[in-house]
């Protein structure tokens, strides 16, 4: 058996290096580092595969979703509301902008952001409500979208753990995460869905206006040479990168299959596992492959132990050789940075289970089936002791 990884990059990367080597070497050749051809080829390429208007490439996804930020005028004071449950990344860019960040609980199945604590905690101070669609899946957007334009609100998703991911509306229309609300932010780093060889990110949007803005935005504000019409960052994403990327995105809905028939081997192993709940789907037709929905594209593959010593656990598998991780051991509103007496702990309750709760198996690309069946036995093996 190969050696299991929580993530399978170079494995990945032997099935395209025909395509990225040649593509790093071309840019290698031609000298056209920062803002090159490949730059825009990668742009135009997303723009249709997420069927939005405005992609705009960036340095990473923390300053993705900041520019956005930016972009929409948000000043200090501005309260933005987001999920309690997920990384640091997404408040802390509220937090650098002087933005009032406002956390809420989660649903306590999907783990993404509970409607009925986004509308409890709309103020007249609220401008903003930042979804974070987590290890895969979208939240309820229709219900986010809905609120929003009932009290006039932004809506900025981070896309950084669901790109390509689908979003069914009650119709049965789809939209691709990422291009719901006003503007989407997503990363690039090596181990997200579509990831490149260092950092990256980008931002979406339908909106002309808005994607002038950020244009000028991630440029030191500059849409002419040295003339600086806004308040900008110096954040692009590199030619190698967009090569990389490129050369990626074509696989990415055989990516996104892969690890839908890696959760479905994992789901069909714990099905009779009453301690262990599986990844919850918003659509009951995602207890088969997705082959038609693609609500969830598992970027982590999450599980929530009961009656286990989840700790416990991740150090029995990683002394069977089985990476394994916990996302995330602290809740944002408990962290140092970002505590705030305006918080109650009764506001928490799904979150501060959660963490001590959830534990994430290895999900990538590569996954055989040998692998699963280890994994598996091993996560029963320790259950049933």
Do not use: W
């Not at 340095?59 to 309260?79: F, K, S, V, W």
């Not at 997920?86 to 409607?115: G, H, M, Q, S």
């Not at 995105?249 to 099905?271: C, E, I, M, P, S």
């Not at 970027?299 to 598998?317: C, E, G, P, S």
């Amino acid at each position: 058996m190969k050696k299991i990884q929580m993530v399978d990059l170079q494995g990945q990367y032997q099935k395209i290096k025909d395509v990225v080597d040649p593509a790093i070497h071309n840019i290698l050749d031609s000298a056209a580092f920062v803002n090159g051809p490949m730059v825009h080829e990668f742009q135009k390429n997303l723009e249709n595969y997420l069927n939005v208007k405005h992609v705009i490439p960036c340095a990473n996804g923390t300053d993705a979703l900041q520019i956005a930020m930016m972009g929409l005028g948000l000043e200090p004071g501005d309260e933005v509301i987001t999920a309690d449950f997920t990384f640091a990344a997404t408040v802390e860019v509220i937090a650098l902008l002087r933005l009032t960040p406002v956390l809420v609980d989660v649903d306590k199945d999907t783990f993404n952001i509970n409607i009925e604590a986004v509308k409890k905690a709309i103020t007249p101070k609220t401008k903003a409500i930042v979804p974070v669609h987590l290890f895969g899946q979208c939240a309820n957007m229709e219900a986010i979208m809905q609120i929003a334009e009932e009290h006039n609100l932004y809506v900025i998703e981070d896309n950084a753990q669901a790109i390509g991911a689908n979003y069914t509306y009650s119709d049965g229309t789809k939209k691709k995460a990422g291009t719901i609300g006003h503007v989407g932010a997503t990363s690039f780093f090596p181990s997200k869905n579509l990831g490149c060889y260092g950092d990256g990110g980008a931002i979406f949007t339908n909106d002309d206006d808005l994607a002038h803005t950020i244009r000028g935005i991630v440029n030191h504000g500059m849409y002419k040479r040295y003339h600086h019409d806004v308040v900008g960052v110096n954040s692009r994403l590199d030619s190698i990168q967009a090569a990389v990327l490129n050369a990626k995105l074509v696989h990415l809905y055989t990516y996104g299959k892969a690890r839908q028939r890696a959760a479905k081997r994992y789901n069909d192993a714990f099905k009779n596992e009453t301690n262990i709940q599986t990844p919850v789907t918003v659509s009951s037709s995602c207890n088969s492959i997705c082959e038609q929905c693609d609500c969830h594209v598992y970027h982590q593959y999450t599980l929530k132990v009961k009656n286990i010593d989840r700790d416990a656990l991740a150090k029995y598998l990683n002394e069977n050789g089985i990476p394994c991780g916990v996302y995330y051991p602290i809740p944002l509103h408990a962290q140092k940075a970002y505590a705030d007496e305006r918080y109650n702990e009764d506001d928490f309750t799904v979150t501060n289970a959660l963490v001590k709760e959830v534990i994430s198996l290895p999900m990538h690309t590569e996954l055989d089936d040998e692998q699963i069946e280890y994994i598996t036995s091993k996560v029963i093996q320790f259950i049933n002791g």
